[in-house]
């Protein structure tokens, strides 16, 4: 955690001017004379070209192998043709998702496996035909064929008829005469004939296919957009699934913080209270043994026995602290957040805009996010004052901590606002740090109400 602030953003923002720097040396070009030769644009273009071949392909064998299998349904044979359908539909999306990931940079995790509750090849139809992500995949197939026509069709007359305007004024000087014409025809009919054969229409024209040329990367842009949507939405998992696969996630992060805050309970018990427990009852004893001996030397040694019982004890009641603390339960966050405010290193204001109370577990993890916060400040931000805002909007717990130090606070990395970000995270919370350097930092804490 002693990276959050100063020296953790010090070190990120030497790297971003530098990146920022290289990017103006590589981009000295605006953007729409940059767009025809970058690389970008080539990989979208070639997109669009193996989406038509591809395209027929898929297209012919979805609708051969459906039509197939529905016209054998009223036999047997008609369950496993639709079962092949299904499974080559899913092969073919897997190499939909390949050549997205290489040509358009787009990542689509693979979608929900088939379940099957026992092996063998009738387990394995049923699995593939009760599955939606099959069923997906052949809408893919049909829908994306009409569609790689239509951008096929557009991206490549643009790109041709642009690059080939543009270097119109080359091919003329190369070859005046064409055909026993001087030039292109732009317009011709029984009575007389334009040519584009003067340095005046020789220009134009090379302007024309200048701006064909700009554009058509933007219009490939905007086809290949269509692409992503469609293979991000059918190609992929489903809400439902990636829903499920999250609560996965956030239930081993669960687990993970429940298990290190029990490890660091016994950790603090051993070291702390219970050592003080075990000296206390040997000092007892020694005291016991002494007291007919060396009343004054016994009574020493209860005085520092009832200083270590007063010691247990402040480390008992900052465990329980720790665990729960009892005002928390009793008066809700008003109170608590103040407690903890009053214990920071630097003067914090509190305002609590709260007419209800939402649920324990949502208010344990909104104290404890303060608590986290302000040991923070207290020991990183070399602040002078800070703030704690918590209210409600709709169905969202809000919290903001503010303060007036360094800055540099970064809640990516392994620091420790990256693992609070991942408690949050674990609930449907969000944690977002703007904290520049120089300060002041503000951290916004977004948490699910459940009242």
């Known amino acids: 955690m002693a990276t959050e602030y100063g020296q953790g953003y010090g070190h990120r923002s030497g790297s971003g001017s530098h ?6 040396r590589r981009h000295r070009l605006p953007a729409p004379l940059r767009a025809p030769i970058e690389a970008r644009s080539w990989r979208e273009f070639g997109y669009v070209m193996l989406s038509l071949p591809l395209g027929i392909m898929m297209f012919s064998y979805a609708v051969t192998m459906f039509a ?14 639709l079962a092949a359908a299904l499974a080559g539909c899913r092969g073919f999306g897997a190499l939909e998702r390949a050549r997205a990931r290489r040509l358009l940079g787009l990542e689509v995790s693979e979608p929900e496996p088939l379940r099957m509750k026992r092996h063998g090849a009738m387990a394995w139809m049923g699995a593939v035909l009760k599955t939606g992500a099959s069923w997906r995949h052949l809408l893919y197939s049909v829908i994306q064929f009409p569609w790689s026509v239509f951008s096929f069709v557009v991206a490549l007359n643009f790109w041709a008829y642009g690059w080939a305007l543009l270097t119109y004024p080359l091919w003329f000087w190369l070859f005046p005469m064409y055909g026993g014409q001087g030039g292109l025809q732009l317009y011709g009919d029984e009575t007389h004939a334009i040519y584009l054969d003067n340095p005046f229409e020789i220009t134009v024209t090379a302007l024309v296919g200048l701006l064909f040329t700009m554009a058509t990367p933007w219009i490939v842009r905007a086809l290949t957009t269509v692409d992503r949507l469609m293979v991000h939405g059918l190609l992929g998992p489903s809400r ?8 996965e996630s956030d239930r081993g992060v669960v687990i993970d913080t429940a298990a290190a805050d029990l490890r660091r309970i016994e950790r603090d018990l051993h070291d702390g209270a219970q050592a003080r427990l075990v000296n206390l009852a040997m000092g007892l004893g020694l005291a016991k043994e002494k007291l007919t001996e060396d009343p004054q030397a016994a009574a020493r040694m209860v005085d520092e026995a009832h200083g ?23 008066r809700g966050l008003d109170a608590a957040l103040s407690a903890v405010a009053s214990r920071c290193t630097v003067p914090v204001g509190v305002d609590v805009d709260l007419s209800t109370r939402p649920a324990p577990a949502i208010e344990g993890i909104a104290y404890f996010t303060v608590s986290e916060l302000l040991q923070n400040i207290s020991k990183h931000a070399r602040a002078t004052r800070a703030t704690v805002d918590v209210w409600r909007v709709d169905n969202r717990l809000m919290i903001q901590v503010t303060d007036d130090g ?28 703007d904290s520049p350097v120089g300060g002041p930092t503000r951290v916004t804490a977004e948490l699910p109400w459940r009242g």
């Not at 439902?240 to 609560?247: F, G």
């Open 406 to 433: 360094v800055g540099g606070a970064d809640v990516s990395g392994g620091s420790g606002l990256a693992g609070l970000a991942e408690r949050l995270d674990a609930v449907d919370g969000i944690l977002v740090a």
């Open 68 to 81: 197939l299998g529905a016209g054998l349904l009223i036999t047997f044979l008609g369950v496993p043709v």
């Open 308 to 330: 270590e019982v007063k010691t247990a004890l402040q480390e008992l009641r900052d465990l329980a602290r720790g665990i729960h603390p009892a005002v928390l339960t009793d």
């Open 19 to 24: 990146g920022a720097g290289a990017g103006e």
């Open 240 to 247: 439902l699934a990636t829903r499920v696969v999250e609560l």
